[in-house]
């Protein structure tokens, strides 16, 4: 106690012992000086004073924290308790820790995805505007600048209206001979001060007149904190430097915060900030002026509905001004959410969700467990703290040293929780990196640490609540009279045990269904016929530096020469590009085309002569691109049979679109060039596994020149190189970095996949919830099995002695095997019927990532329950057969 309370308690203590100390000598020096001898004068001055303890306690209740000191003697205690059983400790810190680990990792995802995925000021009423068709909860446009600026100038409801877009093609920062890949986005000047958010260094961009007439911003820029870490080296002369981003010239004004990203919530991304310059396309309501998205921060006291109500009836006088009628239609209503809202999907959100449950069942698992294992020690240490009682400690007194011992056993646990979730995150984190649209920092923040506390409370709470119940209701007397520690251990708090295991059972089977659910439909997508091949292919996604090439044909200088030197490479059997491969994730674009009275979207996708032989595509009809399809030979494109069907002029022969003419090709809207549809290929695979093929017109790349109409959103973004090859990957990729960067320097930074991974990851939210659910529903398997084998070990240890009296008395030992058996089938029978109707319940949760399977699919709901069923008899079966080699000898001098 010294040391907790080294200026207080400690000096008041030393102080009452020399105080007793003190009037003991001047009381034995009396009767020294009256004739006694030393040693009785001190034994007589002993018994006149009284308990020296006792005074010393009933003075230390008067100073009001005797409750801290027993507080620490308990906790004392119950770390003596750990080493002294560390079998115990051991078993209930891991049971616990497997509980809380789950729980703080899911959390963790929960808290950066949902709760708090930005981190601006006020996040709650930052508001994401866009407009879209009335009556229509998606297909959502992006706004022109014209319904902006009658929304700042009409709405009462926000305090500031800001907006932003995309720079175009894939940018890089240029500062002296160094260069960067970034994220540009261009952004209103209200942009920062709408977010709550100012640089850390300089400043953002002033605030513009009315007029516009003199833009101070122009040319300048703001940097994100990596962008200047990695290109300034965290200088803080920075400001006013220049750099270059795509031949354009910038003057640095400010670096935003750490941690600080916009738009979406990836804190590490390269990111830079330009001021929008508006032109004359943005006096328009056409569709080249639709390229903004607007935010805006509620004012206080406005609400959610009031806003949408306003801005609903501003939209509606807004939407007869666009001229076109179908325009005027997507453009009708105005769509409001909050920021923090749009960052994760609706079914990723439902995919958290479902998992945090999962895991909090799982901590629920763990929590019987260890209260299973309380409650069988609490039974163990009756006479133990019978004689607590008997020696005046109040059953209050015994209650709280309980208490502290489950928050001790508890504290460990959560400590050991948190390192595992946070080394799980860790492992994780491709898989998480990949799903899921902000990182997940592997270290817990503030609102980690109050859940870790509140599961520690939980806990404690949880797992020394019954058993203190039980030692409360035990009357000191009988234990003390029989000293057996079977004592109190009768038929009620067996069966509380029993309900324990059966209800561990119960949330186990919830959890197994659901994982075999998801892994049925794992080997559902396994079996989909992808229309391509995927062995032995590897993929570049190149990082297109499209400003070094603004005034020549990116054909004929970057790409055809790339090619060539790559199928120039040993082991290479064939090489093409790709805007973007099938299920792959880095570039779609969609076209809509109207033809015979039909108009739907289409993938529109740049491809190379040589992708066929890369891929395996197959032909339903015509042929693929070839050698023939150059710059100057008719303009040429390939549909699938998703577009065939739709467009076909036969509807009953769709292959009969071979040959017609699709649309013009030439950006001059008086040439009369018109591409035609050369082959029909089959469907394959394009976004996700789970869906069926989309309409798709696939253009063939050495045709695109400069003056075509798809160059730019084609050839100028972005760029999937695909090489087949007989080698191992390990060996293929350095020599093909290298050939890339002999093409571009840039090109070297491009991130090589293989095919199979990219399979792997399309498979998307099932793939991740079933990973995880594997791991929840393998954790909460063993942890039942664990606790059905702990009751019956502690039963077979309790009962040793009648066992061996029946074995005396002639029991069969198949019979008391069975006996033991038949106890776990019913444990295991009411578990599994509770737990398969909360299977059935929950099993909706996952319906939407279903494939190929029902959502009460009855192989998986069997193959889980008598999987648990198996797995708790053979768990019963040790325990059983121990039973029946008891010695009845020993057993009979007991008794």
């Given at each position: 106690?010294?040391?907790?309370w ?24 009396d ?6 001898s ?29 409750w ?18 560390p ?65 700042k ?14 720079m ?36 953002g ?97 406005q ?37 923090s ?13 479902a ?21 069988a ?42 390192a ?56 000191i ?37 659901a994982?075999?659910?998801l ?5 559902s ?20 530096p ?23 490479l ?83 022969n ?16 008086k ?94 939210d ?11 529903g ?40 069975w ?49 648990l ?10 325990p ?14 007991a008794?």
């Amino acid at each position: 106690m010294k040391h907790i309370w080294p200026f207080a308690f400690g000096r008041r203590r030393n102080e009452l012992q020399e105080e007793i100390e003190s009037h003991l000598r001047m009381a034995a020096a009396d009767r020294v000086a009256s004739g006694e001898s030393e040693q009785v004068a001190r034994r007589e001055a002993l018994r006149e004073f009284g308990n020296v303890p006792l005074v010393q306690d009933i003075t230390r209740y008067s100073w009001g924290w005797a409750w801290l000191e027993q507080l620490v003697q308990d906790f004392r205690f119950a770390v003596r308790q750990m080493r002294r059983y560390p079998t115990f400790a051991v078993t209930v810190i891991g049971t616990l820790g497997l509980g809380i680990a789950a729980t703080a990792a899911m959390f963790t995802v929960v808290e950066h995805v949902m709760l708090n995925p930005v981190s601006y000021k006020n996040p709650d009423r930052i508001i994401a505007i866009t407009e879209r068709a009335n009556g229509q909860d998606s297909g959502r446009s992006l706004v022109p600048w014209l319904d902006i600026r009658q929304w700042k100038s009409r709405d009462h409801s926000f305090q500031s209206v800001a907006f932003w877009g995309r720079m175009s093609g894939r940018n890089y920062l240029e500062e002296n001979t160094s260069a960067v890949q970034v994220d540009g986005i261009r952004v209103s000047s209200n942009l920062f001060p709408t977010l709550g958010v100012n640089p850390s260094i300089g400043r953002g961009f002033l605030p513009l007149p009315p007029s516009f007439a003199a833009d101070e911003n122009s040319g300048t820029i703001v940097l994100s904190y990596p962008v200047w870490q990695a290109e300034f080296s965290g200088e803080r002369n920075v400001l006013g430097r220049s750099v270059t981003i795509d031949n354009t010239s910038y003057t640095v004004i400010g670096v935003m915060p750490r941690g600080f990203a916009f738009p979406r919530g990836d804190a590490e991304a390269a990111q830079v900030w330009i001021p929008v310059q508006l032109g004359k396309e943005d006096q328009t309501r056409t569709l080249v002026a639709m390229k903004y998205e607007a935010i805006a921060r509620l004012r206080k006291g406005q609400t959610m509905a009031s806003a949408r109500t306003e801005m609903q009836a501003i939209q509606t006088a807004i939407a007869p001004e666009y001229t076109n009628l179908r325009t005027r239609s997507e453009h009708s209503s105005v769509a409001l959410e909050r920021y923090s809202d749009t960052i994760a999907s609706p079914n990723l959100r439902r995919a958290l969700l479902a998992l945090l449950g999962a895991s909090a069942v799982l901590w629920l698992i763990a929590s019987f467990n260890a209260t299973n294992l309380f409650l069988a020690r609490s039974a163990m240490r009756q006479r133990e703290l019978a004689l607590r009682g008997a020696l005046g400690a109040s059953r209050a007194r015994v209650a709280r040293q309980m208490i502290v011992e489950s928050i001790a056993f508890s504290g460990a646990a959560a400590g050991i929780g948190v390192a595992a979730a946070m080394v799980s995150l860790r492992l994780l984190a491709h898989s998480l990196q990949t799903r899921l649209p902000i990182p997940i920092p592997a270290k817990p923040d503030t609102l980690i640490i109050l859940v870790l506390i509140a599961l520690t409370l939980l806990s404690a709470l949880g797992c020394g609540a019954w058993p203190i119940l039980q030692v409360m209701r035990t009357p000191i007397e009988p234990v003390l009279k029989q000293g057996g520690f079977q004592v109190g251990t009768g038929r009620g708090q067996h069966r509380a045990r029993s309900l324990l295991v059966a209800l561990e059972m119960a949330f186990s089977l919830t959890l197994l269904v659901a994982c075999g659910l998801l892994m049925r439909t794992i080997y559902s997508l396994r079996h989909v016929p992808l229309g391509f091949q995927i062995d032995h292919v590897i993929v570049a996604n190149l990082n297109i530096p499209s400003f070094r090439f603004a005034d020549r044909n990116m054909t004929q200088v970057l790409y055809e020469p790339l090619v060539d030197r790559v199928r120039q490479l040993h082991g290479v059997e064939a090489a093409g590009l790709m805007s973007e491969v099938p299920l792959g994730k880095t570039f779609a674009t969609e076209i809509t085309l109207r033809m015979n009275g039909t108009s739907t979207p289409a993938y529109l996708k740049a491809v190379s002569p040589g992708m066929q032989d890369v891929f395996g595509f197959k032909m339903a009809a015509g042929r693929f691109f070839d050698t023939q399809d150059t710059a100057n030979s008719q303009s040429a494109v390939v549909v699938n049979e998703a577009f065939a069907r739709l467009f076909s002029p036969d509807t009953h022969n769709p292959e009969a679109i071979v040959g017609r003419k699709l649309f013009s090709s030439s950006r001059d809207s008086k040439s009369s060039d018109s591409t035609v549809v050369i082959g029909v290929m089959k469907d394959e695979r394009q976004q996700e596994v789970a869906e069926p093929a989309r309409p798709e017109i696939d253009i063939c790349i050495p045709q695109i020149t400069p003056s075509s109409m798809f160059y730019q959103s084609a050839e100028g973004i972005a760029m999937d190189l695909a090489v087949r090859t007989d080698q191992p990957a390990a060996e293929m990729i350095p020599e093909l970095r290298d050939a890339l960067r002999q093409s571009s320097p840039e090109l070297a930074n491009a991130t090589i996949t293989k095919m199979d991974q990219i399979v792997q990851d399309s498979y998307g939210d099932q793939r991740f919830t079933a990973h995880l659910l594997e791991i929840f529903g393998g954790s909460a398997l063993f942890l039942s099995i664990a606790g059905l084998y702990g009751l019956l070990s502690y039963i077979v240890a309790q009962r040793r002695r009648e066992i061996g009296v029946r074995i005396a008395l002639g029991a069969a030992r198949r019979d008391l095997l069975w006996l033991i058996l038949s106890q776990a089938g019913r444990m295991l029978v009411v578990g599994l019927s509770v737990g398969l109707g909360l299977a059935f319940l929950s099993s909706r949760l996952v319906r939407s990532y279903l494939y190929g399977v029902t959502v009460h699919d009855t192989w998986t709901f069997a193959g889980s329950a008598v999987l648990l069923f198996v797995a708790g008899m053979l768990a019963a079966y040790v325990p059983a057969l121990r039973a029946t080699r008891v010695d009845p000898m020993e057993s009979l001098r007991a008794e």
